[in-house]
């Protein structure tokens, strides 16, 4: 079975930290681009961060730089968005997703894509 699996969600209060792993099963997410996005209530999925294949480019959307940090993780074919600073703007489904033929420029659209974790909830309030 080809799957992304997503864990890390939760609440936490605005100024925290949060960290979200997407694995992968079937196949060697160490070997794509990857990318996390993000809907929040009312709103359209919106690109957050991507990482390219070969782990030599990240990209941020603007209203995550600075504070949001894409790795790969010590355990084979896991990724990790590291989200500090946190707001109540922040508050969303967060999804990874990767494609076999996405990543070059490592984009924040969502060409190419083909495989979705399931989501996981992240709510920033006090």
């Known amino acids: 079975q080809v799957q992304l699996v997503q864990s890390g969600g939760g609440l936490v209060q605005p100024g925290g930290h949060l960290t979200l792993t997407c694995a992968s099963s079937?196949?060697?997410?160490?070997?794509?681009?990857v990318g996390w996005f993000r809907q929040a209530p009312g709103k359209e999925r919106e690109g957050v961060s991507c990482?390219?294949?070969?782990?030599?480019?990240?990209v941020y959307a603007h209203s995550v730089k600075g504070r949001f940090t894409i790795s790969r993780g010590t355990v084979k074919n896991t990724v990790f968005l590291q989200m500090n600073s946190l707001k109540p703007e922040d508050t969303a489904v967060y999804y990874c997703?990767?494609?076999?033929?996405?990543?070059?420029?490592?984009?924040?659209?969502?060409?190419?894509?083909?495989?979705w974790g399931k989501g996981t909830l992240v709510t920033v309030s006090s």
């Open positions: 079937g196949f060697a997410l160490d070997d794509y681009a």
């Open positions: 997703a990767t494609g076999s033929d996405y990543g070059m420029g490592c984009p924040l659209g969502m060409d190419g894509l083909e495989y």
């Open positions: 990482l390219s294949e070969n782990n030599d480019n990240t």
